[in-house]
């Protein structure tokens, strides 16, 4: 996961800005002009007939006392981002689940049930779900103001993580359903065969000793 805006530029954004008013503080003009009405005269003469402009005699960046201050402000800027970077890796056990595919993990979950899985196990997947939505929905902020100045709007990504959890919880509950109703429907034409098999009355004595065999599996089929 990433932000919209990373660490990176907010730093090189607050670098920009130092070196912006740096550059303004350069072309600041004074306002007690140097220079003698004697003076003024050759300034023109020599400049077209127009007066230079002079600006403040300002500090150039490349002083080491402005570096200096530079690199001061480029350390408190990365050292103010690390509880940024942080707060992004709390997102990281969630992101297997944001690329996981709801209808392929419940298809495989619907496939083991019976095999690698029990519907003891499927319940105890959905009530998970529930939980993990109830606890982001109920947890989670939907924004996180840092240093003052930078606000993370987490309202999106807590809404679909929270949804995709109820989404999960109520899709396992629909193949749970559709496996009792399958199952169900076995059972039932299972007993409508085992009814219509009793009740053909016998015509032969061959038929007679295959009911009456029949008729003592019956407990062992219905069990």
Known sequence: MQFDTSTADIQATFLKMYDAVMGVVQQIPEVELPYSRDQAFELR????????????????L??????DIRAHIESKIAVAMKPLDAYLKLFDPYIPFIQM??????DNLAKALGESKTLKDLRAEVEY???QQDMILNTMPT?????????????AIRDFVGKKHGEVAEKIMDALTQDAQSKTDSICDSFEEMLKKVKTPPKSIE???EMREYLEELPMLVA
């Open 45 to 60: 003469l020599h400049n077209d007939g127009q007066m230079p402009t002079f600006f403040l005699r300002a500090p150039q």
């Open 207 to 209: 038929q007679v000793t």
């Open 129 to 131: 779900h529930r939980e």
């Open 143 to 155: 924004d996180v103001r840092f240093a003052g100045f930078v606000d993370l709007q987490c309202g």
């Open 101 to 106: 595919d709801v209808k392929e993990f419940v």
């Open 62 to 67: 490349e002083e080491e006392q402005l570096q």
